[in-house]
């Protein structure tokens, strides 16, 4: 008698964990590690995941009172290893296991059990997104014999469609009316053959011909000293990581392709990690035009049929390259000897809702217990990242951080200049542009090249802001930027719950805490307005495009507009930060960022950071063709370390100053950082159990080193829909069982009606 460990698929943290079933001898063959099956818990069916399957019953249960496997109800989606990987995200990032096993079943599979009313018996509900076969029709050799009687002219029209190659008889039916019945009765003469073909949903519609990546006839010398790290990482099979820090178009596509190559060579796979909004058909189609078929792709936007089927390929084995968003680490690839993540900085790879997983760690540990190596790309890698490589080390494997600093051929970077716009004002300028704005703009516009102009949405609502000297009030406890709350005129701060009526500090509409300026206000410009001035500024002959979140609402606006950029002769393209990315338009010789700095003042320790990364991201965009390019970079904040570094093209003036103050607060990447987040209607709950769970967290911490609990407080998205929402942060030590502590504290509560919590570890969304 064999028995099966199974999850039940009932997220709840007071069932987490696997419990024993016996596995029916009939059933032995399908019950593996990875299959759906049927179950009895506690006088209901449910769901489950098998993760184990084992020859002697679980120690101190007699094998009599085990319950038996009812029905297997989906072949295997994950191995043993993707089993214990899963075991470690839901401890590393403290969710119920079921929610760590459900990115790794196959996409619209998913089967449940419901019942209509409390004495009906339950019954079986099924996605079933599966799989679809076409019916395909081609000439047997009898055809060259076969004359069809004259009237028969639908059949001759078939056999002649077919002389061109086998087709699918729903598309013979589209272009030969009748076609079906034509096909049927040729096949009953054996004059032409009908068989099932398994469709492939979701591969041919990315597939671009301008995508092509060709070989360059020559290696960089950082790409060749990528590979070698590359090569020694997937060599010792133990989940060595390479950093490739690279400036933007160093190529370090060329480098996954490469390693890639050399990893299908050894017989092995890779799995290709991009962000989501990078995932566009250009970027599929390098790795398509290398590699072909052995592509698969898998993203959010595809159909579930689609994803299904890409995701039917790699467990067929008949992909080899899975290249997609962060869900693709999940993909069932059985032997992975490379991993590659993107753009690894990118906020995105941090998932917001449960499993909260960070893709780069799950990379990690993935490679590892698979014994594949880790590549990491950016030219702005995490601090995280590169703190990992100064060390040499992270959790046993070694971190490898090699540079690419040049653009291969002669391709130059822009120029930077960073304009204070607080001297502007002082100067008498009123307007969203400044001075040397404005005359580049003109310069622009005489020359009949193109521009591009970026206003930084995030970080607009609730600051009050001083026009003259750029102050923001702060908490003096936590130097976070207070947010303005109208209603009871109070400034808040959302790390330690303080806040103050804003008498105590200046009034808002009297004066700024610096300087004594009377020009202290809620501050904000919309992308309207920007396009509103730029009318008057520019002459009518230049074409103004608006992109934002209103204009690219339809499904490929994003696209038209980007093409009707490129068709323009002379023009200015406004957008908030989804400009920033991707954007290749060699035209392009000035790039503008209207507002520099908004994002600095966010209740979040990652704000420089991403400031740094975003401008350095935009200023990309300019001069990559023939012409130079210039960057205009306005900011109320000029000697910010961020606008600095950019101004000077040297990232270690940022990451100098960046990291000793990380150091100093004992921020990322010196501590993990959690949040904790509690949210429900009833406010009164919301607070005593976020009250109570501070306190359990508190008492478990006691006063061990590098433990630091802050809170609990409102988030700063205080109300959503209706509900309260509080949180509490925990710092604790990089090495330290984060997870595992805060999973406990949160279990021990027992189940609070009408209240949600949500831990997120090595948060980034510290809203
Ligand atoms: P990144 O991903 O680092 O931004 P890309 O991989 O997109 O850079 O490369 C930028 C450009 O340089 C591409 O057009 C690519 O084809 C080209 N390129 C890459 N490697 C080489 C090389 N060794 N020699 C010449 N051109 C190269
Ligand atoms: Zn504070
Ligand atoms: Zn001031």
């Given at each position: 008698m064999r028995f099966a460990s199974v999850v039940l698929d009932i997220s709840t943290r007071q069932l987490d964990g696997a419990f024993s079933y016996a596995v029916p001898s009939e059933l032995e063959g399908e019950t593996v590690v990875g299959s759906t099956v049927l179950v009895t818990f506690s006088h209901r069916a449910a769901v489950g995941y098998v993760v184990a399957v084992l020859?002697?019953?679980?120690?101190?249960?007699?094998?009599?009172k085990i319950q038996p496997i009812e029905q297997v109800l989906a072949p295997s989606a994950f191995d043993e290893t993707a089993a214990r990987v899963a075991a470690w995200i839901a401890r590393e990032y403290a969710c119920p296991l079921v929610e760590a096993i459900?990115?790794?079943?196959?996409?619209?599979?998913k089967v449940r059990v419901t019942r209509s009313s409390a004495d009906a018996p339950w019954e079986l509900k099924n996605e079933r997104a599966g799989a679809v076969d076409a019916r395909w029709a081609s000439l047997a050799p009898e055809a060259n014999d076969f004359t069809p009687v004259r009237a028969a002219s639908r059949q001759r029209a078939v056999i002649e469609a077919l002389r061109e190659g086998p087709q699918r008889v729903s598309e013979l039916a589209a272009t030969i009316p009748g076609a079906a019945s034509a096909v049927t009765a040729l096949a009953k003469r054996g004059v032409v053959v009908v068989e099932a073909r398994r469709v492939v949903r979701g591969g041919d519609k990315t597939t671009l011909s301008s995508a092509a990546a060709p070989r360059p006839e020559r290696l960089t010398r950082g790409q060749i000293s990528a590979l070698a790290a590359i090569d020694a990482a997937r060599a010792a099979r133990c989940g060595d990581v390479v950093l490739v820090d690279g400036v933007t178009g160093s190529g370090k596509t060329e480098v996954y392709l490469s390693a890639i190559e050399r990893a299908l060579a050894d017989g092995r796979g890779a799995l290709v990690l991009v962000p989501e909004i990078s995932l566009t058909a250009q970027t599929v189609g390098r790795f398509r035009s290398r590699f072909g078929d052995d592509v698969a792709v898998l993203h959010s936007r595809l159909s579930a049929g689609e994803r299904f089927d890409q995701w039917d390929l790699v467990r067929q084995g008949r992909a080899h390259v899975v290249v997609g968003a962060r869900s693709a680490l999940f993909a069932p690839l059985a032997d992975v000897g490379l991993i590659i993540i993107d753009e690894e900085h990118e906020g995105s790879y941090k998932q917001d809702k449960a499993p909260r997983y960070h893709a780069r760690e799950v990379a990690a540990e993935l490679a590892r217990a698979r014994g594949a190596a880790l590549v990491l790309g950016s030219a702005t890698p995490s601090l995280e990242s590169l703190q990992r490589c100064r060390a040499g080390s992270f959790r046993g494997a070694s971190w490898t951080r090699v540079e690419m600093p040049e653009r291969p051929g002669t391709a130059v970077l822009p120029r930077v200049t960073v304009v204070d716009m607080a001297e502007q004002f002082r100067g008498g300028g009123r307007s969203i542009f400044s001075a040397p704005l404005v005359a580049a703009l003109r310069g622009v516009a005489e020359r009949r090249e193109k521009a591009v102009l970026m206003l930084?949405?995030?970080?607009?609502?609730?600051f009050l802001m001083c026009r003259e000297c750029g102050c923001v009030p702060e908490c003096p406890h936590c130097s976070t930027a207070l947010t303005y709350h109208e209603r009871g005129h109070m400034l808040a701060c959302h790390t330690c719950g303080r806040s103050w009526p804003v008498r105590a500090f200046p009034d808002p509409s009297t004066s700024c805490p610096n300087c004594g300026s009377r020009y202290l206000a809620a501050f904000g410009v919309g992308t309207q307005r920007v396009e509103d001035e730029l009318a008057m500024v520019l002459p009518q002959d230049v074409e103004v495009i608006r992109m934002d979140a209103d204009t690219t609402r339809a499904k490929g606006a994003h696209q038209r507009l980007l093409e009707q950029f490129d068709a323009a002769e002379c023009a200015v393209l406004v957008g908030t930060q989804m400009i920033a990315k991707g954007l290749d338009f060699p035209e392009v010789t000035l790039v503008g960022v209207?507002?520099?700095?908004?994002?600095?003042?966010?209740?979040?320790?990652?704000a420089a950071e991403r400031t740094y990364d975003l401008l350095e991201q935009v200023a990309g965009r300019a001069g990559r063709g023939q012409r130079p390019g210039e960057v205009i970079v306005q900011t109320y904040w000029a000697t910010h370390p961020a606008m600095r570094a950019v101004a000077a093209h040297d990232r270690a003036v940022f990451l100098d100053a960046e990291l000793s103050e990380r150091a100093e607060a004992g921020y990322p990447p010196f501590s993990r950082l959690a949040n904790v987040i509690v949210w429900g209607r009833s406010e009164k709950d919301v607070r005593s159990v976020t009250s109570e769970l501070a306190e359990a967290v508190r008492s478990r911490v006691g006063?061990?080193?590098?433990w630091e609990v802050l809170g609990p407080a409102d988030c700063v998205k205080s109300r959503v829909k209706d509900q309260t929402r509080r949180h509490i942060m925990v710092k604790a030590p990089v090495d330290a069982d984060l997870g595992g502590l805060l999973g406990s504290c949160v279990t021990g509560l027992g189940r609070r009606v009408g209240i949600n919590i949500a831990v997120d570890i090595d948060a980034y969304d510290m809203m």
């Open positions: 020859s002697e019953p679980p120690e101190g249960v007699s094998s009599k459900r990115p790794f079943l196959a996409p619209g599979q930084n949405r995030r970080g607009f609502a609730n209207i507002n520099a700095d908004t994002m600095l003042k966010l209740p979040d320790f990652r006063m061990a080193a590098g």
